[in-house]
């Protein structure tokens, strides 16, 4: 029976999230046109006299939310608000420390990709209560790619590894990844994974967790966490990766290149 009653609760639950990607971003629309229009004089560049004037009106926030304008993003506290957002880019808190997103807070995807955080983040909360997805990364326009690229002062072979190139473009420039932790709501703490955020070296790297763990380089309760966010997002159909232990994607990087723009 209690199966039964969370099967009914998860379907209602992601029946909402994507009536909210499906409803809500439209009326955000709607309202930022109503905002936007106005009369331009033909000698005035209309496209940066609109982006001058959203910034002007919307100074509490990144100048990357317009970029996001033109793209069919949602927000993902608009679906659930019980998730939480950390944008390492949007401080220094990051391996270039280096404000790379101008301030911005709040995450973007693709409603597809919003759909299965949230299913994720509900599979989490059956679990524990107290626990909670925290997101990292999200959408990144291809122009930051290009600029973590050139700025990262590593080997090539570890920028290889832990950064796609800006001409491969990654999936995170698609709206389609999404770079996650957990967090503790009871205890205020980030749940121990053993490294920081972007650690460029083997020891946050899946792939060689069970080794670590014999050498006691990754504690049992770093590798057990991993464990849970790696579960709690693969049955959202949220795929891990071999390199880093906070990276999923929703989509491989050909079915994204066919079904999504890339955001410049």
Same mark, same amino acid.
């Given at each position: 029976?209690?199966? /039964?009653?969370?099967?009914? &609760?998860?379907?209602?639950?992601?029946?909402?999230?994507?009536?909210?990607?499906?409803?809500?971003?439209?009326?955000?629309?709607?309202?930022?046109?109503?905002?936007?229009?106005?009369?331009?004089?033909? *000698?005035?560049?209309?496209?940066?006299?609109?982006?001058?004037?959203?910034?002007?009106?919307?100074?509490?926030?990144?100048?990357?939310?317009?970029?996001?304008?033109?793209?069919?993003?949602?927000?993902?506290?608009?679906?659930?608000?019980?998730?939480?957002?950390?944008?390492?880019?949007?401080?220094?808190?990051?391996?270039?420390? @280096?404000?790379?997103?101008?301030?911005? @807070?709040?995450?973007?995807?693709?409603?597809?990709?919003?759909?299965?955080?949230?299913?994720?983040?509900?599979?989490?909360?059956?679990?524990?209560?107290? /626990? #909670?997805?925290?997101? %990292?990364? *999200?959408?990144?326009?291809?122009?930051?790619?290009?600029?973590?690229?050139? &700025?990262?002062?590593? &080997?090539?072979?570890?920028?290889?590894?832990?950064?796609?190139?800006?001409?491969?473009? &990654?999936?995170?420039?698609?709206?389609?990844?999404?770079?996650?932790?957990?967090?503790?709501?009871?205890?205020?703490?980030?749940?121990?994974?053993?490294? #920081?955020?972007?650690?460029?070296?083997?020891?946050?790297?899946?792939?060689?967790?069970?080794?670590?763990?014999?050498?006691?380089?990754?504690?049992?309760?770093?590798?057990?966490?991993?464990? %849970?966010?790696?579960?709690?997002?693969?049955?959202?159909? /949220?795929?891990?990766?071999?390199?880093? +232990? +906070?990276?999923?994607?929703?989509? #491989? @990087?050909?079915?994204?290149?066919?079904?999504?723009?890339?955001?410049?």
């Amino acid at each position: 029976m209690l199966k /039964l009653y969370a099967l009914y &609760s998860l379907f209602f639950a992601l029946v909402l999230c994507f009536w909210s990607c499906e409803l809500k971003p439209e009326k955000v629309r709607h309202k930022v046109k109503r905002q936007l229009v106005f009369a331009v004089n033909d *000698a005035v560049d209309s496209s940066a006299l609109v982006k001058k004037r959203y910034l002007e009106a919307h100074k509490d926030t990144s100048y990357i939310e317009y970029v996001f304008m033109a793209y069919d993003l949602v927000n993902i506290k608009d679906m659930d608000t019980s998730i939480r957002v950390d944008l390492r880019y949007a401080d220094t808190a990051n391996f270039l420390k @280096r404000n790379l997103y101008d301030g911005l @807070r709040k995450a973007y995807f693709t409603c597809e990709t919003a759909g299965k955080l949230c299913a994720a983040q509900y599979y989490l909360k059956l679990l524990d209560p107290d /626990l #909670s997805l925290v997101v %990292l990364d *999200a959408t990144r326009p291809q122009h930051i790619q290009q600029l973590m690229w050139d &700025s990262l002062k590593i &080997s090539v072979f570890k920028k290889f590894t832990y950064l796609s190139p800006p001409d491969e473009t &990654s999936l995170h420039n698609y709206g389609c990844a999404v770079d996650a932790t957990i967090f503790n709501e009871r205890t205020n703490q980030f749940l121990e994974m053993g490294t #920081s955020y972007d650690f460029f070296d083997k020891l946050a790297q899946p792939i060689y967790e069970a080794h670590f763990l014999k050498t006691g380089e990754l504690s049992r309760e770093a590798f057990n966490n991993r464990k %849970l966010l790696r579960t709690v997002m693969k049955r959202a159909h /949220l795929n891990p990766i071999t390199s880093e +232990w +906070w990276h999923f994607s929703s989509m #491989s @990087r050909e079915e994204a290149v066919k079904r999504f723009p890339l955001v410049k």
